[in-house]
Nanobody, 128 residues
Framework: VQLVESGGGLVQSGGSLRLSCEVS????????IGWFRRQAPGKDRVGVS?????????YSRNSMKGRFTMSYDNAKKTTYLQMNSLEPEDTAVYYC?????????????????????WGQGTQVTVSS
């Protein structure tokens, strides 16, 4: 499975970005697909949002609900993370990857696994 993120950049507080992640070779039934972020090198990954492939249900972290929206275009094999009302605290490297999607993914402080493949990440920087 290969995942390639794009769409990151520098934006002012209150601005928006849409991240994209092209997914190839993914077979539903094993892992799900999720976005997570890492706010500093060596820090654990924080689950942002995910889609459960068995039924299409999405979960989003409470602190991001209403601001971040994840979607998946099956025809394009691409997942998107629309981020609005960005805050400096959202500055991080954002990744998409194969994860296990359930409520704990977006409620636990960090996601420690299981992991399948993940992309190289895309940097999001929000200036105040």
């Amino acid at each position: 499975v290969q995942l390639v993120e794009s769409g990151g950049g520098l934006v002012q507080s209150g601005g928006s970005l849409r991240l994209s992640c092209e997914v190839s070779g993914f077979t539903p039934g094993g892992y799900d697909i999720g976005w997570f972020r890492r706010q500093a090198p060596g820090k654990d990954r924080v689950g942002v949002s995910c889609i459960r492939t068995s039924d299409g249900r999405t979960y989003s972290r409470n602190s991001m609900k209403g601001r971040f929206t994840m979607s998946y275009d099956n025809a394009k094999k691409t997942t998107y993370l629309q981020m609005n009302s960005l805050e400096p605290e959202d500055t991080a490297v954002y990744y998409c990857g194969e994860i296990h999607c359930d409520r704990s993914y977006v409620s636990d402080p960090y996601y420690l696994g299981p992991f399948g493949s993940w992309g190289q990440g895309t940097q999001v920087t929000v200036s105040s």
